[in-house]
């Protein structure tokens, strides 16, 4: 499982390199269901003036359309950064069977990070979660596309 889980976290780096490519915070995830991918995402806030748009909700809407079941059952979510407290809780809704993600967030993350809404014990659904996998990649690209943008200036409000 190891093996594919890299060959899946490198498909969600691919996503986020082009999400940064089209000036988007460069984050990506992909939907895996018994070995192949049935989604993928990445961040489109900007493109989309969709405060929803991160990479997670976005392959996670792909893959309730694709499966059509808002339920994913048996599915593993594959991200290049920690979820935040909104893609945690669809997370839950959606009943993933798993999430692995790269780099910890720790300004916003949900998983460990500030807020831990994935697998409280009062919640109904858990999910297995395994973090760090190409940690060093996703924290890279991120750290220099905001490095590039501190240099550039803002381009929006």
């Known amino acids: ?3 594919a889980d890299f060959n899946w976290m490198r498909e969600a780096l691919a ?3 082009a999400a940064g490519d089209a000036g988007e915070v ?3 995830a992909v939907v895996v269901r018994e070995g ?7 961040n489109r806030v900007l493109r989309d003036n969709d405060p929803t748009g991160h990479a997670e909700i976005v392959a996670m809407r792909a ?5 059509e079941n808002y339920r994913l059952l048996g599915c593993e979510l594959y991200v290049t950064l920690e979820p935040c407290a909104m893609c945690a809780g669809a997370m839950i809704h959606g009943r993933l069977a798993r999430l692995v993600y790269a780099a910890d967030d720790p300004k916003a993350g949900a998983v460990a990070s500030v ?7 009062c919640l109904n659904h858990q999910m297995a979660v395994e973090s760090g996998m190409l940690g060093d990649k996703a924290g890279e ?3 220099e596309f905001f490095r590039e ?3 550039e200036g803002p381009t929006r409000p």
Not at 36 to 42: L, N
Not at 115 to 121: E, I, S
């Open 1 to 3: 499982m190891m093996h």
């Open 15 to 17: 996503e986020a390199r």
């Open 26 to 28: 460069p984050i990506g």
């Open 36 to 42: 192949e991918i049935v989604a993928r995402g990445q």
């Open 63 to 67: 893959a309730a359309h694709a499966l």
């Open 115 to 121: 807020l831990q809404v994935l697998n409280h014990p």
């Open 141 to 143: 690209l991120l750290r």
């Open 149 to 151: 943008r501190r240099v």
